[in-house]
Every structure is written in structure tokens, then in C-alpha cells.
């Protein structure tokens, strides 16, 4: 049997970034005037996170969608749609800030805006939190579980969770091979990723799927509505679905589930952690 929830295999969160206009924004009104740049976010909120709840509609399925506060008071709707159809709400800034650049202070009260945003438009006080572009500073444990987050979802360091030092605080770990933007990220002028057909994407993560539950660990896809949610992309994610249920004993979970469980979890295995580059589930050892 595998070391996930009901005998599971492998564990599987589908996670959705609603960056929306803020991706551009980035913590600035200074781009508000750039309507076509902006346009390709009002595109991911509108457009994008419908067409997304569809797809997880038809599988039945249900994900973590990280949102801004300021996406949330700017598309409430949304964010109530998300929520009415029974999705988790996770922190994701307030308006895409990189928390490097901030003073201490400051990443504070983006944290802060952040939580009072999803409780006002959302309902939820959210237990995850994921920074923009993964990045976390000396300080954002502490102040994760100084305001009672349950889990990180923003580090690289293996493909299994694992709980911070001296906190209560699980870290369901990313990568950039799964996350849509390495492959539909495009920026107009130098340094633009060039844009990839959906076909390598697929591959991409199914060839890491396979990996992945061959050593019974945690794939952790980061999507976002405005990449994603392009007609012909979100035709790709469903085959991908249709893929990743194909195996046996797939668990999939939010990441406040996988969060619970592997707390309680590691509560029981300590050695998880050494155990889980080696673990075999043929042999079992």
C-alpha cells in the first residue's frame, strides 16, 4: 500500500495562481494605463477561471486556487464562483508584491490585506499560502505561523512535503517543470520566453507524473487561468486529467487536505523525510 490518504499511490493537487491583472501589476499601479498587457489578466478571471471550473466540474474534482486580494476585490464573482463549487482559497499576496523587496513591515501588511481580502469577498480564512514567483524571505515562516497558516506551497527541495522547523507549517513543494508559465509565459520585447505548443507541456508533466508516482511522492501542478485557460490549452488539461486518473490509487487532493494529512502523517512516520528518496513501492522499502 502507498503512504498517501486510503492506501494512495501518489497524491495529485491541481493548484490555479489567479494572477489576473495583478501579474503585470506587481505590486504598482504604475502599468494601469497598459490596457492591452492588462487585458491578457481580465482574460485569466473572466474567461480563464469559468472554462477552468468547468473542466474540474466534469472530473469531479477539486483544486487550490491561490488568489490576491486585490483580485478578490476586483472580481468578486470569481472568487464566489470558486468558492460555491467547493474549491480552496489560498493566499497569494495582494497584488503579486515580491516579498524580497519588502521591509519587514510591509510584507506584514501585504500579508495582512491579503487574509482580510479572502475573508471579506471569499468567506475563507485561508490555511495556505503561496508567495508570487515562489519566493520566500528569512521571515515569512515565522510570520506564517505567527497568522496560523497551515501550510507553504513555494519551495523545490524534494518531491515529498515536509513540516519547517519549530513551526506548525507543512510545505507542499512546487517546481517550475510543473507549472504552465515556463511553457505559455510570453512578454512582448527582450527576454520573452518564446510560446510552446500545448502537446509539450503534456509531455512534460506526464513524463513527470510517471515519475513521481513510481516513488509514491506529491505532483503538485501550478496553473494559471490566463495560460491555461486558452481554449486549446484546457482541452490538453483534460487529457491530462484523463491521464493522471488512469493509474490506480491516485489521490486527489486540496492542499489544506494533503496539508492535514501529512501532519498526521509525519506525526507517526518521524522518518519520513530519509525514507522517501529511496522508497520503492514495488518492494515496499
Not at 485569466?44 to 477552468?52: D, I, K, T
Not at 464566489?80 to 519587514?104: K, R, W
Request: aromatic residues 12%; proline residues 6%.
Amino acid at each position: 500500500m502507498g503512504r498517501w490518504a486510503q492506501g494512495a499511490q501518489c497524491a495529485v493537487m491541481l493548484t490555479f495562481d489567479v494572477d489576473a491583472e495583478t501579474l503585470w501589476l506587481a505590486g504598482s499601479t504604475a502599468q494601469r494605463h497598459r490596457l492591452g498587457l492588462l487585458s491578457q489578466g481580465t482574460y485569466g478571471a473572466r474567461v480563464g477561471v469559468p472554462l477552468v471550473l468547468h473542466a474540474l466540474r466534469r472530473f469531479a474534482l477539486k483544486a487550490t486556487f491561490f488568489v490576491p486580494g486585490w483580485v478578490a476585490e476586483h472580481h468578486p464573482d470569481i472568487v464566489a464562483a470558486i468558492v460555491d463549487q467547493g474549491h480552496e482559497i489560498g493566499h497569494h499576496g495582494y497584488m503579486h508584491e515580491d516579498v524580497t523587496e519588502l521591509s519587514e513591515d510591509d510584507e506584514r501588511r501585504v500579508l495582512e490585506r491579503g487574509i482580510e481580502a479572502l475573508r471579506r469577498v471569499g468567506g475563507q480564512t485561508p490555511v495556505g499560502y503561496r508567495a508570487p514567483s515562489w519566493e520566500l524571505t528569512s521571515r515569512t515562516l515565522r510570520l506564517l505561523e505567527e497568522y496560523g497558516f497551515r501550510y507553504s506551497s513555494n519551495l523545490m527541495s524534494h518531491f515529498l512535503p515536509w513540516q519547517h522547523p519549530d513551526t506548525h507549517v507543512i510545505e507542499l513543494p512546487v517546481q517550475w517543470l510543473l507549472d504552465d508559465a515556463p511553457f505559455f509565459l510570453f512578454r512582448p520585447g527582450p527576454g520573452s520566453r518564446p510560446i510552446q505548443p500545448a502537446q509539450q507541456a503534456f509531455q512534460a508533466w506526464a513524463e513527470e507524473f510517471q515519475g513521481i508516482y513510481r516513488f509514491g511522492g506529491l505532483f503538485n501542478l501550478t496553473l494559471h487561468p490566463e495560460f491555461i485557460g486558452r481554449p486549446g490549452r484546457l482541452l490538453m488539461l483534460e487529457r491530462l486529467l484523463e491521464h493522471l486518473l488512469s493509474y490506480p490509487r491516485v489521490w486527489v487532493a486540496t492542499g489544506r487536505e494533503v496539508a492535514e494529512y501529512w501532519a498526521a502523517h509525519l506525526a507517526s512516520n518521524p522518518e519520513e523525510w530519509r525514507q522517501g528518496l529511496v522508497y520503492d513501492p514495488i518492494t515496499h522499502r
